[in-house]
């Protein structure tokens, strides 16, 4: 299971993208969770890919500048897709959240409007019960502290980046770790170093498609099936049969986004 891919961003390839994911499927890959990151892409994205019975979606906003000075506009279209849409299909708001990677304190507007547009998503998921899918990039406390005020919304640190401290702060929220290709290069010793530290039940795995494929692929567009990589190296750091990280995280991906209790 890939428990996080953008699907409507692969690139055409030879094939289309909805080809390569069939052929996927017949080979029985378990499922595949497409994200949103714009307020209106979820109609479409429903439409290219809703014919695969193990694709799933969430609708959220990624927040990019342009975004973040037009929240106010944005959330209320967002919602509408999240309303509209079928809810045996749409199982989680976001990504959405803070970046400080790209979006840096001394741009002050900026920082002030996306930690208001990731309260926004937060209220969102409180009011529809749905779980929330967190990107957060050089933000650990300042995400901590906002997800705290909101303790009745489950979610996951998508493509987690920190090391045990953080992983610590995140858990003990209530959140589920996940971890991507990232893990797989050389320079990522904290996420290794993380990864055992994670309880198996709060553990989850994906690729972010088409970025951070792991290794080998690295510096090709990731796709859905290259999460077998991360899958391998996961089992390996936890000491565990792949076998059993698979049904783990699929036990996982299934207590969070289809359980209303997120247990």
């Known amino acids: 299971m ?14 289309p993208p909805e080809e390569r994911i069939a052929q996927l499927f017949a080979g029985g890959f378990g499922g595949i969770i497409d994200v949103g990151t714009q307020a209106e892409d979820l109609r479409c994205r429903l439409k290219t890919f809703a014919r695969f019975d193990r694709i799933w979606f ?3 906003i990624w927040p990019a500048p342009e975004a973040i000075a037009e929240r106010e506009r944005l959330i209320p279209l967002l919602e509408q897709q999240i309303t509209a ?3 045996d299909r749409l199982i989680a708001v976001g990504e959405c959240g803070l ?13 002030a409007g996306e930690r208001e547009l990731l309260e926004l998503h937060l209220d969102m998921a409180k009011r529809h019960s749905l779980p929330i899918i967190i990107h957060s990039r050089e933000a650990a406390q300042e995400t901590a502290e906002l997800l705290s005020r909101y303790p009745e919304v489950r979610g996951v640190i998508h493509c987690f980046s920190y090391g045990i401290p953080e992983a610590r702060r995140f858990l003990d929220l209530g959140y589920y770790l996940s971890f991507a290709g990232s893990l797989t290069y050389k320079n990522a010793g904290n996420l290794r170093e993380a990864l055992p530290f994670v309880p198996l039940e709060r553990l ?10 792991p290794q080998p692929f690295r510096g090709k567009p990731s796709e859905p099936g290259m999460v ?3 899958y391998r190296r996961a ?6 049969p792949l076998e059993a990280l698979q049904a783990a995280v699929a036990r996982n991906g299934h207590a969070l ?7």
């Open 2 to 15: 890939d428990t996080h891919a953008h699907l409507s961003m692969l690139p055409p390839g030879k094939r």
């Open 58 to 60: 969430s609708a959220g």
């Open 85 to 87: 849409a079928p809810p």
């Open 99 to 111: 970046d400080r990677h790209h979006n840096r304190q001394e741009a002050a507007g900026v920082v």
């Open 204 to 213: 989850l795995l994906e690729t972010d498609a088409p970025y951070l494929a």
């Open 228 to 230: 077998a990589e991360t």
């Open 235 to 240: 089992a390996a750091l936890r000491g565990i």
């Open 257 to 263: 986004f289809f359980s209303k209790s997120g247990v």
